[in-house]
């Protein structure tokens, strides 16, 4: 079973080399948006953590410190153009937060925004729903950055790093296949015979869907090369096909089996652990387009790999 878990090092690297290229996507984009941060764009508190980020809404007028910064009004202000109206109400209402309405209250507000610029918005908010889980951390990346930088100075290597950090820590846990109790096929064993089949069947089931060594987890992840494309990468991950599919096959085998009671909470955990691998696996290869959801998947590998070694032994003892 280690032939194919990842080592903590090699996780580590790929990690460290993700952050790296996620600075450049991010210093990117300032450039190609050519975003000019306003004096106001920081947080009081450097340390928040992204979740506190996401959510903060220090002037309390309905947007969060995020959206302040993209819509360049003031974090610390309600009413950043001081006409008598709060930015979120300003944008709700398709004004803009930042120009002061000055039309006499008996007449339309002067300060509307324009057909075409809120049919923008509405046309970006629809796109970054559909964003791959790369480009949604790039664009909130893009965000906190523009809190955290100071006008006039450049953010220090520390809080780029925090920032990339608490991004990434954000990331949807992936969700895998959970069976229950009530998925099993469950009997009170009354003598040593009972017992001996249920070993056996469950021996044969781990035993006849052996992984073969195609190639390991970690071949097939450290072949990738940083110039390959999407199409190379893809099909480089393909070759894992086999490997999730052995997993697919044990756990469906472990379904199949008839449990003793007694058994029930081993068993249970060992076909979670083997269809957990093959969930992990088969979303791998399905992320070949999305690195930074790739990033998140193999990370869990070296989680679910250590889960079914734990179960195996578990199980081994019986």
Request: aromatic share 6%; proline share 4%.
């Amino acid at each position: 079973m280690r032939n194919y878990l990842p080592s903590k090092k090699f996780i580590y690297t790929l990690f460290s080399l993700v952050l790296a290229i996620l600075i450049i996507y991010g210093v990117k984009m300032l450039a190609e948006k050519k975003v000019q941060p306003s004096a106001n764009e920081t947080l009081t508190n450097r340390d928040v953590t992204m979740e506190e980020f996401i959510v903060s809404d220090s002037d309390n007028d309905g947007l969060k410190n995020w959206e302040e910064a993209l819509w360049k009004t003031d974090p610390e202000k309600s009413d950043t153009d001081n006409d008598g109206t709060s930015d979120k109400e300003e944008i709700k209402d398709g004004r803009n937060p930042v120009k002061a309405n000055t039309a006499k209250a008996s007449l339309p507000p002067n300060d509307k925004l324009d057909d075409e610029t809120v049919a923008a918005r509405k046309q970006a908010e629809t796109e970054f729903a559909q964003l791959s889980t790369t480009d949604k951390v790039g664009r909130v990346l893009l965000a906190q950055y523009l809190v955290n930088k100071k006008v006039g100075e450049e953010i220090n290597q520390t809080d780029i790093a925090n920032v990339i950090n608490n991004a990434l820590s954000v990331i949807p846990e992936p969700v895998f296949t959970k069976y229950t109790v009530a998925d099993l096929k469950i009997f009170k064993s009354t003598s040593t015979e009972q017992i001996k089949t249920y070993g056996d069947k469950t021996a044969f089931v781990l035993s006849s869907n052996r992984p073969k060594p195609l190639i390991t987890f970690e071949e097939a992840i450290s072949s990738i090369g940083e110039n390959d494309t999407d199409a190379e990468i893809k099909v480089k991950l393909q070759k894992l096909g086999p490997l999730a599919l052995v997993y697919k096959n044990i756990s469906l085998g472990l379904l199949g089996v008839e449990v003793p009671e007694q058994f029930a909470a081993k068993h249970l955990e060992l076909l979670n652990a083997t269809s957990q691998m093959s969930d992990n696996l088969s979303q791998i290869i399905a992320a070949a387009e999305d690195p930074i959801k790739l990033l998140a998947l193999i990370n869990t590998y070296y989680d679910s790999a250590k889960r079914l070694w734990d179960a195996s032994n578990a199980f081994s003892v019986l």
